[in-house]
T-cell receptor, first 115, second 115 residues
Framework: NAGVTQTPKFQVLKTGQSMTLQCAQD?????MSWYRQDPGMGLRLIHY???????DQGEVPNGYNVSRSTTEDFPLRLLSAAPSQTSVYFC??????????????FGPGTRLTVL | AQTVTQSQPEMSVQEAETVTLSCTYD???????LFWYKQPPSRQMILVIR??????QNATENRFSVNFQKAAKSFSLKISDSQLGDAAMYFC????????????FGGGTRLMVKP
């Protein structure tokens, strides 16, 4: 298994540009989520999905869109990038939300800089 | 809203010694889960240990153990026989039961290990 993969690893955008951060997992996990990590801080939840076709907002959803058309993929879209969105973005997945299978596996992160 | 606080931005330990990282949290829930994640310079988030609030026994994973004080809302991580590879950022995280798999993270503690 490749686990959780994220592309790209690094990205530089100009203010106002749009882009999509890709996240994929090959573990047949139902639950997937996106976090952002700002310098010197812990991760904060942006959006999450409990299965294909189902998404919901986390703690800091503004400026981001998600969709979940397949179990494997959970892309994060920045509609109009702003400097405040400069951060490291992590995708995570777990088999379920049941207490016995809820361990989350994180991808390697995408470092995004918005100029 | 739940909050997780790590009051030690940085800690230092001599190789082979023991170190304890502190974490406190605020919640009105009775059922929840607590985690410690390690983030080395590679940025990968690695689960170190987890604790279910309904369990009175403290979790242990090899050299890592926790001191879970539910009444005090405290969840500290003890690393015994510290190794150079333990140097990393450590994040405490909280997850409420029956709330998907959303994690709330503390701000992190940077652990340095001296040879």
């Amino acid at each position: 298994n490749a686990g959780v993969t994220q592309t790209p690893k690094f990205q530089v955008l100009k203010t106002g540009q749009s882009m999509t951060l890709q996240c994929a997992q090959d573990m047949n996990h139902e639950y997937m989520s996106w976090y952002r990590q700002d310098p010197g801080m812990g991760l904060r939840l942006i959006h999450y999905s409990v299965g294909a076709g189902i998404t919901d907002q986390g703690e800091v959803p503004n400026g981001y869109n998600v969709s979940r058309s397949t179990t494997e993929d959970f892309p994060l879209r920045l509609l109009s990038a702003a400097p405040s969105q400069t951060s490291v973005y992590f995708c995570a997945s777990s088999y379920s939300v049941d207490r016995f299978t809820d361990t989350q596996y994180f991808g390697p992160g995408t470092r995004l800089t918005v100029l | 809203a739940q909050t997780v606080t790590q009051s030690q931005p940085e800690m230092s330990v001599q190789e082979a010694e023991t170190v304890t990282l502190s974490c406190t949290y605020d919640t009105s829930e009775s059922d929840y889960y607590l985690f410690w994640y390690k983030q080395p310079p590679s940025r990968q988030m690695i689960l170190v240990i987890r604790q279910e609030a309904y369990k009175q026994q403290n979790a242990t994973e090899n050299r890592f153990s926790v001191n879970f004080q539910k009444a005090a809302k405290s969840f500290s991580l003890k690393i015994s026989d510290s190794q150079l590879g333990d140097a990393a950022m450590y994040f405490c995280a909280y997850r409420r039961d029956n709330a998907g798999n959303m994690l709330t993270f503390g701000g992190g503690t940077r652990l340095m290990v001296k040879p």
